[in-house]
T-cell receptor
Framework: AQTVTQSQPEMSVQEAETVTLSCTYDTSESNYYLFWYKQPPSRQMILVIR??????QNATENRFSVNFQKAAKSFSLKISDSQLGDTAMYFC??????????FGGGTRLMVKP | GAVVSQHPSWVICKSGTSVKIECRSLDFQATTMFWYRQFPKQSLMLMAT?????????EQGVEKDKFLINHASLTLSTLTVTSAHPEDSSFYIC???????????????FGAGSRLTVL
């Protein structure tokens, strides 16, 4: 079984600043995917970024990037130039070869003007 | 892109009644659909996995007779909360896994969720 841990229940950042959300996971599988999802107040789950475990290069999507440390089983999300619209719950998720998603407990991010 | 429609978005019902929630993949065929439950300020908890044409696989602790899941076609899965009680009040989210787009990418897309309030 997989476990995903997000150690920061809440975080805040000033608009235009950079913030990093932490995520660690535990698995015995070698083939898997990692994701960060955003859940705004509307509660719609929105995919922010994904990382294939076999890729060494860290994924990047505009202002969002990850620091994937496979040996340490760490998968942090960096948000640059934070915007008010980034305020949301962020969930780290692990997807195994059977396509099952396991979510972390979430981090509530507040971007302050 | 891949779109999943979930309906209704909010339902209020009396205790003892049954409620059906639909999850439809609009522009792709979903070989597998997942149902999650989310309590306020908590994470998503997987309830069950359903594959088209076969019985759903329920996670430990989820009552099969309480939460009936049907996946009769490649575009539709339903979750029926039977004899609902106030403790069943929650936010239910579906996600669909399938092949979408000209490149045939394997996508996992979430519905917008359904808020169930049982009085």
């Amino acid at each position: 079984a997989q476990t995903v841990t997000q150690s920061q229940p809440e975080m805040s950042v000033q608009e235009a600043e950079t913030v990093t959300l932490s995520c660690t996971y535990d698995t015995s599988e070698s083939n898997y995917y990692l994701f960060w999802y955003k859940q705004p107040p509307s509660r719609q789950m929105i995919l922010v970024i994904r990382q294939e475990a076999y890729k060494q290069q860290n994924a990047t999507e505009n202002r969002f990037s990850v620091n994937f440390q496979k040996a340490a089983k760490s998968f942090s999300l960096k948000i640059s130039d934070s915007q008010l619209g980034d305020t949301a719950m962020y969930f780290c998720a692990f997807r195994n070869a059977g396509n099952m998603l396991t979510f972390g407990g979430g981090t509530r991010l507040m971007v302050k003007p | 892109g891949a779109v999943v429609s979930q309906h209704p978005s909010w339902v209020i019902c009396k205790s003892g009644t049954s409620v059906k929630i639909e999850c439809r993949s609009l522009d792709f065929q979903a070989t597998t659909m997942f149902w999650y439950r989310q309590f306020p300020k908590q994470s998503l908890m997987l309830m069950a996995t359903s594959n088209e044409g076969s019985k759903a696989t329920y996670e430990q602790g989820v009552e099969k007779d309480k939460f009936l899941i049907n996946h009769a076609s490649l575009t539709l899965s339903t979750l029926t909360v039977t004899s609902a009680h106030p403790e069943d009040s929650s936010f239910y989210i579906c996600s669909a896994l399938g092949w979408s787009g000209p490149s045939g990418a394997n996508v996992l897309t979430f519905g917008a969720g359904s808020r169930l309030t049982v009085l």
